[in-house]
């Protein structure tokens, strides 16, 4: 119940293209969905979050798509960019200070 | 910069010996995490304090405990210590005083390589 499954676990994506990672999880009680981007020897940084009560959230080329229902979130980027080329982890928390359970990691790789 | 410090950035110690890891948060936060990031298991919560106090535990193990003192930085003491200890351990903050946040910081992380 505390699992947070993600897929794919590598991604290629042409310059320009939509990178889709997915995520699904089993525990109603999680009320807080962040995505967080981590690049090769540095630490994960929150790129994006979004809440139950909202099915989609956009900040710039990255969106949150979420559906409630199906206990599932995704995260779109758009005309993606050689820059976006790292790991990016998906995560619940049950409220704002719980801890986070994240997800095994995509690992995207953007090619010119 | 997240603004959270960790020190120190590589650590090589040998089996059966004990390393303490430094986390200072981000100015004001009062709370602080502790995860283990492996090649095999991921990103795993360890042990979380707020404002001195531990709040939630983890997949710690016994051989591992954590303190967060009045200044507000924490460490991460690591004993016994097996080769299956090596892996990144990364510490995030949040929630400022008098603030609500959702927001976890990360800091760069301390590799721990256990020989």
């Known amino acids: 119940q505390q699992q947070v499954k993600q897929s794919p676990q590598s991604l290629i994506v042409q310059k320009g293209g939509i990178s889709i990672i997915n995520c699904a999880y089993e525990n109603t009680a999680f009320d807080y969905f962040p995505w967080y981007q981590q690049f090769p020897g540095k630490g994960p940084a929150l790129l994006i979050a979004?809440?139950?009560?909202?099915s989609e959230k956009k900040e710039g080329r990255f969106t949150i798509s979420f559906n409630k229902s199906a206990k599932q979130f995704s995260l779109h980027i758009m005309d993606s960019q050689p820059g976006d080329s790292a790991t990016y982890f998906c995560?619940?928390?049950?409220?704002?200070?719980?801890?986070?359970?994240f997800g095994t990691g995509t690992r995207l790789q953007v090619f010119p | 910069d997240s603004g959270v410090t960790q020190t120190p950035k590589h650590l090589i110690t040998a089996t059966g010996q004990r390393v303490t890891l430094r986390c200072s948060p981000r100015s004001g936060d009062l709370s602080v995490y502790w995860y283990q990031q492996s090649l095999d298991q991921g990103l795993q919560f360890l042990i979380q304090y707020y404002n001195g106090e531990e709040r939630a535990k983890g997949n710690i193990l016994e051989r591992f405990s954590a303190q967060q003192f009045p200044d507000l930085h924490s460490e991460l003491n690591l004993s016994s210590l097996e080769l299956g200890d090596s892996a990144l351990y990364f510490c995030?903050?949040?929630?400022?005083?008098?603030?609500?946040?959702?927001?976890?910081?990360f800091g760069p992380g301390t590799r721990l390589t256990v020989l």
């Open positions: 995560a619940a928390s049950r409220y704002n200070t719980d801890k986070l359970i």
């Open positions: 995030a903050s949040s929630v400022p005083v008098g603030g609500n946040t959702d927001t976890q910081y």
């Open positions: 979004i809440r139950p009560d909202v």
